[in-house]
């Protein structure tokens, strides 16, 4: 069984929040279209107990995004937070949010990062984006990596660029 996870896309700042629907550019997303983002909110959680906020201007601005860090909650529903991550600051920066799991791009952050990112919490995930079927960092193909991820670190987030949509993988949980 695989855990879809339905994804918001965010950009702005408290009181001028914006979603919708993304894109990826060079391994950054961005937003195709801007719709309500508290409507926004609502559709994606019916889909889920567990909802992606994807911080569009972290990846940007290749800086975390403090106002989604410190403003969004979701209550009633596990969240991960989906941004730019490059160094153990970063990633103390965001376990002190009101997010209940980290995903930890491959492709942004530094070597080794998430081996030790999980020493410290068990609340990180790695992230792999894909696009046309390959992760953008190693090439390789969704089974592939989740196997070679999960036989690491026991877990794994995949986003496809493509549909827009993301996958949650554990040891108890096999790639098709």
């Given at each position: 069984?695989?855990?879809?996870?339905?994804?918001?896309?965010?950009?702005?700042?408290?009181?001028?929040?914006?979603?919708?629907?993304?894109?990826?550019?060079n391994g950054k997303p961005?937003?195709?279209?801007?719709?309500?983002?508290?409507e926004n909110v609502k559709?994606?959680?019916?889909?889920?107990?567990?909802?992606?906020?994807?911080?569009?201007?972290?990846?940007?601005?290749?800086?975390?995004?403090?106002?989604?860090?410190?403003?969004?909650?979701?209550?009633?529903?596990?969240?991960?937070?989906?941004?730019?991550?490059?160094?153990?600051?970063?990633?103390?920066?965001?376990?002190?949010?009101?997010?209940?799991?980290?995903?930890?791009?491959?492709?942004?952050?530094?070597?080794?990062?998430?081996?030790?990112?999980?020493?410290?919490?068990?609340?990180?995930?790695?992230?792999?984006?894909?696009?046309?079927?390959?992760?953008?960092?190693?090439?390789?193909?969704?089974?592939?990596?989740?196997?070679?991820?999960?036989?690491?670190?026991?877990?794994?987030?995949?986003?496809?660029?493509?549909?827009?949509?993301?996958?949650?993988?554990?040891?108890?949980?096999?790639?098709?």
């Amino acid at each position: 069984m695989i855990l879809l996870i339905p994804i918001v896309a965010i950009s702005g700042k408290r009181g001028e929040f914006v979603s919708g629907k993304f894109s990826f550019r060079n391994g950054k997303p961005y937003l195709t279209e801007r719709s309500d983002f508290i409507e926004n909110v609502k559709e994606q959680c019916a889909k889920s107990n567990t909802v992606g906020i994807l911080d569009i201007d972290g990846f940007s601005s290749r800086s975390i995004n403090s106002n989604i860090i410190k403003e969004v909650k979701i209550r009633g529903r596990n969240t991960i937070l989906i941004t730019r991550i490059e160094t153990l600051d970063d990633v103390f920066d965001t376990l002190c949010s009101n997010f209940d799991t980290i995903a930890i791009p491959n492709h942004t952050s530094e070597k080794g990062l998430i081996h030790d990112a999980l020493k410290i919490s068990d609340s990180v995930m790695p992230i792999g984006f894909f696009v046309d079927g390959k992760e953008i960092e190693s090439g390789k193909t969704k089974t592939e990596y989740i196997s070679e991820t999960i036989g690491i670190m026991g877990k794994v987030l995949i986003l496809d660029a493509d549909t827009g949509e993301m996958e949650g993988y554990d040891s108890l949980i096999t790639a098709e």
